[in-house]
């Protein structure tokens, strides 16, 4: 294994054991060891159209392209030059976490229709979760970050989490600088790490994302404009609103594991229940409409009714981060 690769295996071995974990990476390659090859295939009957990034299982440096899946066949996919670890889509404009050429630094990259690179950006860490406001106007991103003094080791990982102007590219603030409320009163801790950020369909100015603090996973509610968080409830992780936006799909953290159960709640109501599939998936999960979610175990793509019922379909084998296109949308 060439010294480039080897410290890129160190980093996601050493990533795997970041305190309430938000993700764990699969792979972390160079642009340049992607291949044209990897493509992702077609499993379900779903009519659906939905963007995901390729995950070949049998050579891992030729992960990372970027397709559009509709009506069982892929019908778009990106160059050499949009190769990602997390990536999200939604009013022409797409937003890709992944490596830089050097192999050993991370890229944000805003891409347009053609999925064409516009702006690109230095990362603080390893890419996480990425998400794109409906109108395109806003982007979210997480990344992992180490040596953090609370955590007292110099192999512990805490989290970052950033708004980006989608037109531009630039940072527009940082969920740990907002201020945060919690049942009326400001709420603060040393150890407060965010991620997930899920916005609200009807008002990019609006959104939703988890805190993590001490063995709590908070719901937070909050505004862009004002910079500022409410704590809603415990016990979620990488919150994902349906297109409806009244309800969320989660990661329920089971007690005393590394384990999570999807679950859904009433955003009204703050009540959940957890959904059909069985399997521990850490991911932030999607939406193909109101009523079916869709995710990944990091190698294929499943759908499963998000009220409850129905069993799970494997929707698209070797993909990952998948994002609902809506009907009509230029791609």
Known sequence: MGSRNTKILIALIALCVV????????AALSPNETSTNAAPVAAGDSDARVMVRAVDPEDTRLNGRVFVVEDGKVTTRSGKDLTCE????????????GVASSGVEYTGTTFNSKLQPQHTFTLTGLPSRARVSADGKYGAMTVFVAGDSYRGASAAFSTRTFMIEMASGKTIGQLEQYEVIKEGEPFEAVDFNFWGITFDPTDSNRFYATLGTGTHHYLVEGEISTQKLTVLRDGVECPSLSPDGKQ?????????TDSWRLKVLDVATLKDHPVAEKRSIDDQVEWLDDHTLVYSNGTNVYAVPADGSGQVQLLIKDASSPVRIEAGEEL
């Not at 305190?19 to 699969?26: C, D, K, S, T």
């Not at 997390?86 to 976490?97: N, Q, T």
């Not at 969320?248 to 005393?256: D, P």
């Open 86 to 97: 997390r990536v999200y889509y939604a009013a022409g404009k797409g937003l890709c976490l």
């Open 19 to 26: 305190g309430g974990g938000a993700y764990i990476a699969v």
């Open 248 to 256: 969320i799909a989660f990661k329920s953290r089971i007690e005393g």
